[in-house]
């Protein structure tokens, strides 16, 4: 066996031998807004879960994680928040930086070390070595020493982009910290059916640094672990928001937890139409969420002359595995589908129509950009998004 391998395996028995199970907490990252975390690859006894803190809209609440994917010999470990009442985390604003990094580079580490664990602790630190524990060159030497509880926790260069994963490692005995290299996470990442999307570009590069980690701390998250009893997700009737059903993506789920909305798969082709019938009143069409499907009724039967191509009917004539109930949604549908844009993926830039209308002239739109709603002229081409209900 490797020596990393020895060394890693030790670290881990240190850990949980001192460690109560239900005590224990560790680091993540997260790498989409649809809830996948990156995290260290921890040796937990059968019957044990994961509990994710995340911040959403300001407040930290928990969620169950699952195990979606595990990495041993780089020690790192893919989970996906699969609780029905999550929605999303928000717009990643960082992405990974597989190449160039240097020697004597500024970096930092951001995590829940055990002793603080409420609050996340920054480390700064530069790159001693482009290659790790016996010259592993799968790892980064850090001149920092993580804390106890950082196991997971995100490696950020200076301008705020993924560099690496810090590994199962103590304070004891050592004189540096080491990282997994984000390629690893990459290449574990690809294994996935799906691969969580990342940014093209880290958006927080020109900020101070405490600027930085503010903007990051609600994306490094709390992982802990207990005995409690999970339930099967597979055998429960709740969905949730990002699930792939019924054609398409999950992007609203009432309070039951059975019933929905689902957007439309992007098929990489994104068309632009008229809403139709300028200078035609369709009687009472509605703004709420359920209406969709009945203003796209009403918008295709009263407007009958050069109606083909309005995008009404083009999502009605729209089939998705077997499902034709497609229809434009209406004002609050689209504006729930837009809070959700991110996890959903495929829109353009701009403008998409909605089915509710404002009179013989105008119709809503939703402004994919800056968010806003307003309505202009019937007779304009706008991008189209169609859904269904569940």
């Known amino acids: 066996m490797k020596l990393k391998y020895l060394f890693v395996l030790f670290i881990c028995y240190f850990t ?46 928990t969620y169950v994680g699952s195990v979606v994917k595990s990495d041993p010999a780089n020690d790192l ?19 990974y930086k597989i190449k160039d990094v240097k020697d004597n580079e500024k970096i930092f580490i951001m995590g829940y070390p055990n002793e603080s664990k409420e609050k996340i602790k920054v480390q700064e630190g530069t790159i001693s070595s482009k290659s790790g524990y016996t010259n592993d060159v799968t790892m980064y030497q850090i001149s920092c020493i993580p804390k106890q509880g950082c196991a997971g926790a995100p490696l950020f260069d200076n301008a705020g982009n993924l560099i690496g994963i810090i590994n199962s490692t103590t304070t004891y005995g050592q004189s540096a910290g080491y990282a997994v290299k984000i390629s690893c996470l990459h290449n574990l990442l690809e294994t996935l059916p799906k691969m969580p999307p990342m940014p093209s ?76 019938c300028y200078n035609t009143l369709i009687d009472d069409t509605e703004t709420g969420i359920n209406s969709g499907l009945e203003n796209t009724k009403k918008i295709i039967t009263g407007c009958r002359s050069g109606s083909e191509r309005i995008a009404a009917r083009l999502c009605n004539q729209y089939v998705s595995e077997g499902y034709s109930d497609w229809y434009l949604p209406s004002k609050e549908e689209l504006s729930v589908l837009y809070d959700q844009k991110e996890l959903i993926g495929g829109y353009e830039h701009g403008y998409y129509w909605s089915s509710s209308e404002v009179d013989s002239h105008f119709a809503w739109y939703q402004h994919f950009d800056f968010g806003f709603q307003d309505y202009l002229n019937k007779d304009f081409s706008y991008f189209f998004r169609p859904i269904r209900s569940f």
């Open 201 to 276: 570009k880290t958006s927080i590069s020109a900020l101070s640094l405490s600027d930085k980690t503010d903007a990051l701390s609600k994306f490094v998250v709390s992982i802990k672990v207990s005995n409690k009893v999970v339930t099967d997700m597979s055998k429960s009737k709740k969905m949730f928001v990002g699930q792939t059903y019924g054609g398409g993506i999950i992007f609203y789920v009432d309070e039951t937890g059975e019933h929905g909305l689902i957007a439309s798969f992007d098929t990489g082709e994104s068309e632009r139409a008229q809403w139709g």
């Open 77 to 95: 470990t893919i989970i996906k928040i699969d609780d029905p009442s999550f929605l999303s985390v928000g717009t990643v604003p960082y992405t």
């Open 16 to 61: 949980f031998s001192t460690i109560k199970a239900q005590d224990w907490n560790g680091t993540g990252v997260v790498l989409s807004s649809a809830g996948y975390v990156a995290t260290s690859n921890h040796e937990l006894e059968a019957g044990f879960h994961f509990e994710v803190e995340v911040f959403v809209n300001d407040i930290k609440k």
